[in-house]
T-cell receptor, first 114, second 112 residues
């Protein structure tokens, strides 16, 4: 079945460092891909999304490119801030068999130190 | 985009009791979803709730334990029945619109 694999955390960075969180997926169709962020004690917020190959999603300085050839959707940010400390979830929606469910990766905790 | 309100935000319940969680959307949405997030874990889909039909449950989740109602296109409830400490989790509702998924703020449930 469909699945999402994320790099394990926690990822600890200093402020202004470059961030990469790896995400790869397995799907039989042509999924849409998402990154969600969960700040401490809060619900999930959509960070960015991409719906087809080579699409680049971007928001708040974060970017991710839908790479069909490598089945990846890695999250990047050029300069992280302390306020970026959160858990990041990669997810896919394959929409096959009339199912629109979202399948999540395990989540990666990011801690940014001043 | 539509806004979703979920309540209660948190509760502490005695084992053996039931809790009903409500989600209200400020516009009509076709598909709503209920997820569970166990402590330190990712999100797992419990069921998909469509108006006018029974909810579709994922493997490992049953209607007797997690009954769901979807009386109209703006509202849904999830009940966690006969609770045990293992049910302590965050429960989140979600809906689909314009190709994206919006989540409620979650209900943090502790069963003692």
């Amino acid at each position: 079945g469909d699945s999402v694999t994320q790099m394990e955390g926690p990822v600890t960075l200093s402020e202004e460092a470059f961030l990469t969180i790896n995400c790869t997926y397995t799907a039989t169709g042509y999924p849409s891909l998402f990154w969600y962020v969960q700040y401490p004690g809060e619900g999930l917020q959509l960070l960015l999304k991409a719906t087809k190959a080579d699409d680049k999603g971007s928001n708040k300085g974060f970017e991710a490119t839908y790479r069909k050839e490598t089945t990846s959707f890695h999250l990047e940010k050029g300069s992280v801030q302390v306020s970026d400390s959160a858990v990041y979830f990669c997810a896919l929606s394959d929409r096959k068999d009339s199912s629109y469910k979202l399948i999540f990766g395990s989540g990666t905790r990011l801690l940014v130190r001043p | 985009s539509a806004v979703i309100s979920q309540k209660p935000s948190r509760d502490i319940c005695q084992r053996g009791t039931s809790l009903t969680i409500q989600c209200q959307v400020d516009s009509q949405v076709t598909m709503m979803f209920w997820y569970r997030q166990q402590p330190g874990q990712s999100l797992t889909l419990i069921a998909t709730a469509n108006q006018g039909s029974e909810a579709t449950y994922e493997s490992g989740f049953v209607i007797d334990k997690f009954p769901i109602s979807r009386p109209n296109l703006t509202f849904s409830t999830l009940t966690v029945s006969n609770m045990s400490p293992e049910d302590s989790s965050i429960y989140l509702c979600s809906f689909l619109e314009f190709g994206g998924y919006t989540f409620g703020s979650g209900t943090r449930l502790t069963v003692v």
